[in-house]
């Protein structure tokens, strides 16, 4: 029961933005996308959600699409300590009492 | 530091035996989780308590049980520990499930069953 699709992997420089995009084209109306990401065996790490408008905090921002169908996270100046999985998670508040459906996610490598 | 405490850190016991991982969440959340991971399943949901209630199951085996006590520190239980339990076991806590999905996870614990 796969909600969003993500990239398996992506590379970025050391300095730039990454952008790591997730396609939720069935999203109902009283659904937020959460992102979280999980650096290599570490418990996952909350970054940031959204509804309809973009997002942003001292993480990360979150643009969502006018339709919802898709969002983007961008970390701004991605640094070596970025490289992690992220995980783009869609959920409906008050849905299932609160328990997070993890998917493949994307690996994010920031080279130097 | 996200606030949540797992005990222990790593474990490594044998098939059929059973063992116990503790969890103590932020202060001032009331609902804990717990979670699975392992290498072919990824990230699974197993079981979620607040202030004391079971108040969500996913895909937890009928060998494995949690309870939450008075004090909202967690306890997962693992019995008739089989090779394919080993994996690692992550403690979230919340303080509002169903208005928030921020959780906060624990280092977790390392769970190796021989």
């Known amino acids: 029961d796969a909600k969003t699709t993500q990239p398996p992997s992506m590379d970025c420089a050391e300095g730039r933005a990454a952008n790591l995009p997730c396609n939720h084209s069935t999203i109902s109306g009283n659904e937020y996308v959460y992102w979280y990401r999980q650096i290599h065996s570490q418990g996952p790490q909350y970054i940031i959600h959204?509804?309809?408008n973009n997002e942003t905090n001292e993480m990360a921002s979150l643009i969502i699409t006018e339709d919802r169908k898709s969002s983007t996270l961008i970390l701004p100046h991605a640094t070596l300590r970025d490289t992690a999985v992220y995980y783009c998670i869609v959920i409906a508040l008050g849905d299932q009492g609160g328990k997070l459906i993890f998917g493949q996610g994307t690996e994010l490598s920031v080279k130097p | 530091d996200s606030g949540v405490t797992q005990t222990p850190k790593h474990l490594i016991t044998a098939t059929g035996q059973r063992v116990t991982l503790r969890c103590s969440p932020r202060?001032?959340?009331?609902?804990v989780y717990w979670y699975q991971q392992s290498l072919d399943q990824g990230l699974q949901f197993l079981i979620q308590y607040y202030n004391g209630e079971e108040r969500a199951k996913g895909n937890i085996l009928e060998r494995f049980s949690a309870q939450q006590f008075p004090d909202l520190h967690s306890e997962l239980n693992l019995s008739s520990l089989e090779l394919g339990d080993s994996a690692l076991y992550f403690c979230?806590?919340?303080?509002?499930?169903?208005?928030?999905?921020?959780?906060?996870f624990g280092p977790g614990t390392r769970l190796t069953v021989t």
């Open positions: 202060s001032g959340d009331l609902s």
């Open positions: 959204g509804l309809k």
């Open positions: 979230a806590s919340s303080q509002n499930p169903g208005q928030t999905y921020e959780q906060y």
